[in-house]
């Protein structure tokens, strides 16, 4: 049984700088892909950053590159998610997302990862 737990949400101004957590248990993140997935208020599912299957690459949404870095730690099977200069925009429920078999061409699609974190809220406003 896989399960996913994120921390580090909330409230924070415009500009500033939040982390976001995620720990794994049941399936070391090494053997599959993980990824950080946020779903803005009324909008869908949307891919933020995340590994390849085995850690080996990252990727990012253009919304977020130069301005996010993802990044974990095996000895903990913990992800993370480093958020600078936030906007308003960026405000969402952020979801940590894992699978074992997903392909490189669906990383960036939600169906293709079977398990998931209960979501944290972030929320970006002055």
């Known amino acids: 049984q896989v399960q996913l737990a994120e921390s580090g949400g909330g409230l924070v101004q415009p500009g500033a700088s939040r982390s976001l957590s995620c720990t794994g248990s049941?399936?070391?993140?090494?053997?599959?892909?993980v990824a950080w997935f946020r779903q803005p208020p009324g909008k869908e599912r949307e891919y933020v950053a995340g590994f390849s299957r085995g850690g080996g690459h990252t990727y990012y949404a253009d919304a977020v590159k130069g301005r996010f870095t993802i990044s974990k730690d095996n000895a903990k099977n913990t992800v993370f998610l480093q958020m600078n200069s936030l906007k308003p925009e960026d405000t969402a429920v952020y979801y940590c997302?894992?699978?074992?078999?997903?392909?490189?061409?669906?990383?960036?699609?939600?169906?293709?990862?079977?398990?998931w974190g209960q979501g944290t809220q972030v929320t970006v406003s002055s």
């Open positions: 049941g399936r070391s993140f090494r053997t599959g892909a």
């Open positions: 997302a894992f699978d074992q078999g997903v392909i490189t061409s669906s990383l960036r699609e939600p169906n293709a990862y079977d398990y």
